[in-house]
């Protein structure tokens, strides 16, 4: 989960403020994935009938693959960005991000 | 006043000769007044109207379709429409049996997916093993099947499973032994778990996920799985915990090899020259000091003997679910391919019972080979003269493979010889373009020739799968029996086929 | 999201932050929450009450919300505690 590197010499005892904002952003990805996945494994895997107040077992498999299969999108999709990145830096276009 | 047209006076008296024939027209005009019902003569037929007809006559529909009889269509309509309706037949008929079939297992196993689970808990988990086909180039076709027939009904009754493929022979077997060696690493404490899963809220103690483990089950498709698994369950329980790096190994047993040495320069002239320009007797190249081979590195670690040693008894097995799998290829196969297309039906059966089975859980213990039946059954015994056991399970789908197969370690034999005369030549190109000795042509710019560390890079990724290939094939060809040990008398069991099944109440297939 | 490089004042402020946005987070789970349950649950405007089923709805929706929350929490603690091994056995 960690993309984003660590820079910035701490100056001693006290706070690098550019380690902190990244160490936020990154919480704040990484909570705003974790909540995007809650809510669309909740609406593939649970029936909106409400009849018990239990998951049942094909739920929790239901969850459990769903959770997975997110999270490989989720690197897919990162890998399929950074190459597109690349090629246009090293093509030296910045203009293909608008084609995106 | 009309008279009979033609009338007497168009002909004139009859004159004396030969009588001629009266003529007599052979259309007579109709006159609406002589469509009677019941006219006594005439071209026109009676017309019994009755029943429907009498209805549909005033429906428009033209009355000569009233009157028009069934009548088969023509001799090849007849043979094109009847084969190509009991094709047909066979196809539908066959589809809707697997549809039935599939959803009576189903329906059956359903309520099991109802169940509450809590959240931290996992539900049962099955291994699914499958192997590569000898003579198949698709490695995935023993897992396709299972996907097909077997999971429906995993998935419907919420089992887990988790399937694991050998893409080349061997390579199952690979698995599995460096699986149990890791296991028994972390048995024996020389490993240790890592700290992050240790954290985890859902970690188990081992002996917690030991009994999950064991209540889940290993599903085995196809007699070639079967043998790589045997095999490397024997391996890993019988060699030593050391981490062993396969392609290190091979890398310094190549580099000793000598395949990449100098070519002799042959010695003529003047001994000072020849002493001046001759490399030494003992050819070595002289980027061969760069890559002096060095003592086997087995990183460093010293494993107690008392560790290394294969334990005399082996912890139990989850149960193993055996599914007969045979995949036809070649063109001879090709009538067995149609059969299966138009019967799908059994293998939709016999996947979803085999499923049941591991569901329901009802297991057996395996059925060990005494010392006899390891020394008489391999393929050229008849099968009803040796004693069977579960060893031989699904032997007779070693029949099917192609006999392309059997000249594995001909053709690698070939692509080695092909390979290391084809390699001498490269190699000089590569050292001359590499010391400058000579300009790159045309053709070289646009397609520069491998450099001698590709080629060595080339030569170890070659030997490393020809080896591996030959190791495969050895543990699944047919003559080979499969790997048995003592050790594995009492931690096999087999899932059976609960006693609903037997019954003859159920539906039965044609 | 490794925190262990960092020193002992940028571990405190950190952990307020954390704070914050826990509290943040759970407000906005907590709306989420009450729109999903009521717009799947509550179908019947001739009565101005809850009905008792449309509670029991309301109840199951909530729990369900929440063991579901739990269980993909696990889930996602095991992938990232995998994805720390993977990144550690190189080293």
Not at chain 2, 224 to 246: H, I, N, T
Not at chain 2, 448 to 458: C, G, H, I, T, V
């Amino acid at each position: 989960m960690s993309f984003l590197g660590r820079g910035g010499s701490t100056p001693t005892g006290g706070v690098n403020p550019e380690r902190i904002d990244m160490a936020v952003t990154e919480l704040d990805t990484v909570t705003d994935f974790f909540n995007r996945m809650v809510s669309s494994c909740h609406a593939k895997c649970i029936s909106t009938r409400y009849a018990d107040a239990d998951l049942n077992k094909g739920e929790s498999v239901c969850i459990d693959r769903c959770v997975a299969k997110f999270s490989e999108v989720q690197k897919k999709v990162g890998e399929k960005l950074q190459n597109r990145g690349a090629a246009a830096a090293s093509a030296g276009g910045a203009g293909s991000f608008t084609g995106l | 006043m009309d008279g009979d047209f033609p009338n007497e006076d168009m002909f004139p008296a009859e004159e004396p000769g030969p009588p001629r024939p009266k003529f007599e027209p052979r259309f007579r005009t109709l006159r609406p007044r002589e469509m009677s019902v019941n006219g006594a003569e005439g071209d026109v037929k009676p017309r019994k109207v009755s029943g429907i007809r009498t209805v549909l006559s005033y429906t428009g529909i033209p009355p000569s379709w009233l009157d028009k009889r069934p009548k088969l269509p023509s001799r090849n309509w007849l043979i094109f429409l009847s084969t190509v309706s009991t094709v047909a037949g066979f196809y539908i008929y066959d589809r809707q049996q697997c549809k039935k079939i599939k959803r009576e297992y189903i329906e059956r196993v359903k309520h099991l997916a109802e169940e509450p689970l809590g959240t931290l808990e996992r539900p049962r988990k099955v291994t699914v093993y499958g192997a590569k086909w000898p003579g198949d180039e698709d490695y995935d076709q023993s897992l396709k099947y299972f996907r097909k027939y077997v999971k429906p009904v995993l998935v419907a009754a919420a089992v887990d499973y988790e399937m694991i493929n050998g893409k080349r022979h061997g390579e199952l077997a690979r698995r599995t032994a460096d699986e149990i060696k890791s296991r028994r690493r972390l048995a024996a404490g020389i490993d240790s778990p890592s700290p992050y899963t240790e954290a985890l809220p859902t970690r188990l103690p081992p002996d917690e996920e030991y009994k999950q483990e064991l209540a889940g089950g290993i599903v085995i498709v196809g007699r070639p799985a079967f043998k790589e698994f045997m095999a490397g369950l024997q391996k890993g329980w019988s060699e030593g915990l050391e981490k062993v790096d396969a392609e290190e190994d091979l890398a310094q047993e190549l580099s000793m090899d000598g395949r990449f040495d100098e070519p002799e320069v042959p010695e003529e002239g003047i001994a000072v020259e020849a002493t001046a320009f001759t490399p030494s007797p003992i050819v070595f190249s002289p980027l061969q000091h760069l890559n002096q081979p060095k003592p086997a590195k087995r990183s460093g670690e010293n494993i107690s003997s008392s560790l290394n040693t294969p334990p005399s008894t082996i912890p139990l097995l989850p149960p193993l679910l055996l599914v007969p799998f045979i995949d036809y290829i070649g063109f001879t196969q090709v009538p067995l391919m149609l059969w299966d297309f138009f019967n799908q039906r059994h293998k939709v059966r016999a996947g979803a019972r085999a499923a049941y089975s591991l569901i329901i859980g009802e297991t057996r213990p395996f059925d060990s080979p005494s010392a006899e039946t390891r020394l008489f059954t391999d393929i050229t015994t008849p099968d009803n003269e040796a004693p069977s056991s579960d060893i031989d399970f699904d032997r007779s789908a070693e029949a099917y493979y192609k006999r392309s197969t059997s000249a594995l370690a001909g053709e690698i034999e070939k692509a080695r010889t092909k390979f290391y005369e084809a390699l001498p030549a490269k190699l000089a190109t590569a050292r001359a373009l590499a010391r400058g000795e000579r300009e790159y042509t045309k053709e070289e710019n646009e397609r520069p020739p491998p450099s001698e560390m590709e080629l060595r890079a080339e030569r170890l990724k070659k030997e490393l799968r020809w080896r591996r290939d030959l190791e495969g094939w050895e543990i699944v060809k047919p003559a080979t029996k499969v790997a048995w040990d003592d050790r594995f008398k009492d931690i096999l069991r087999l899932f059976v086929d609960p006693p609903s099944e037997t019954e003859p109440t159920l539906s039965n297939d044609s | 999201m490794d925190f262990s490089n960092f020193n002992a004042a940028e571990q405190a402020q950190m952990s307020k932050i954390i704070e914050k946005k826990q509290m943040q987070d759970f407000l906005k789970m907590y709306s989420n929450l009450v729109e999903k349950c009521f717009n799947s649950c509550c179908n019947d405007f001739t009565s101005k009450a809850l009905s008792s089923k449309e509670e029991q709805c309301v109840m199951n929706c909530t729990e369900k919300f929440i063991k579901h929350s739990e269980r993909i929490g696990a889930r996602f603690a095991e992938l990232n505690a995998e994805a720390m091994n993977a990144a550690q056995t190189p080293s």
